[in-house]
């Protein structure tokens, strides 16, 4: 059984950086694409970034481009998201997920494999 688990989030203060790490495991992920959604209270889920299988192509909501980086480690089964200029808009639960379709045919709603979170807080 394929699982996600992240790690790395915590508390910052506005301007400061964070980064978060998911790691598969059960089995290797290479041929996925994967990325990071993230969901505030109250607020809907909310796409973040992605990361095509071979790391070659990154996509970002226009909230986090030039932020926030995601990249990625096959040979690990790591992906990160390195989060800088933190605001407090960035406090939210971020998720981990993974799906064997490109990003550009994602169906959010219905992505395979997602992890259980992890927690960023940005205080102002």
């Known amino acids: 059984q394929v699982q996600l688990v992240e790690s790395g989030g915590g508390s910052a203060q506005a301007g400061g950086s964070l980064r978060l790490t998911c790691a598969a495991s059960g089995r290797s992920l290479s041929t996925y694409a994967m990325g990071w959604f993230r969901q505030s209270p109250g607020k809907r889920r909310e796409f973040v970034a992605a990361v095509n299988w071979s790391g070659s192509n990154t996509f970002y909501a226009d909230s986090v481009k030039d932020r926030f980086t995601i990249s990625r480690d096959n040979g690990k089964d790591l992906i990160y998201l390195q989060m800088n200029s933190l605001k407090p808009e960035d406090s939210a639960l971020y998720y981990c997920?993974?799906?064997?379709?490109?990003?550009?045919?994602?169906?959010?709603?219905?992505?395979?494999?997602w992890g259980q979170g992890a927690l960023v807080t940005v205080s102002s």
């Open positions: 997920v993974a799906d064997p379709l490109p990003v550009h045919a994602w169906d959010h709603s219905n992505l395979e494999l």
